[in-house]
C-alpha cells in the first residue's frame, strides 16, 4: 500500500463519514490491498476479497462517492481486518 493508499484509508475510518472520498482513490486502495474488482449492469461495482464481497454503486455524473458507500467500505475495510 503506498502513502496516497494509506491517507485515503485514513480518510475511510474518519469520524464523522466524510463526503469527499473521491471514486478512484477508494479503487485504488482497495485494488491495492488485493481486491478484485468486477464491474456489473450500469454502475454497479463488486469488490472481492478471499470470502468477502462489496456491493457498491460508483457514483455518476460526479467523482465522490456517497457517505453510505464509505461506510459500506469501511466495514467490508474492517471484516476482512484492514485498518489504519
Do not use: C
Not at 475511510?12 to 463526503?19: A, D, G, H, V
Not at 456491493?55 to 485498518?83: C, Q, Y
Amino acid at each position: 500500500m503506498n502513502a496516497k493508499q494509506k491517507k485515503t484509508l485514513s480518510m475511510i475510518f474518519e469520524k464523522p463519514t466524510r463526503s469527499d472520498i473521491h471514486w478512484q482513490e477508494s479503487v485504488s486502495l482497495l485494488l491495492g490491498i488485493g481486491a478484485i474488482m468486477k464491474e456489473g449492469k450500469g454502475s454497479r461495482v463488486r469488490f472481492k476479497y478471499r470470502d468477502y464481497s462489496l456491493h457498491v454503486h460508483a457514483p455518476h455524473p460526479g467523482k465522490v462517492i456517497a457517505k453510505g458507500a464509505v461506510e459500506a467500505i469501511r466495514e467490508f475495510l474492517t471484516d476482512i481486518g484492514v485498518a489504519p
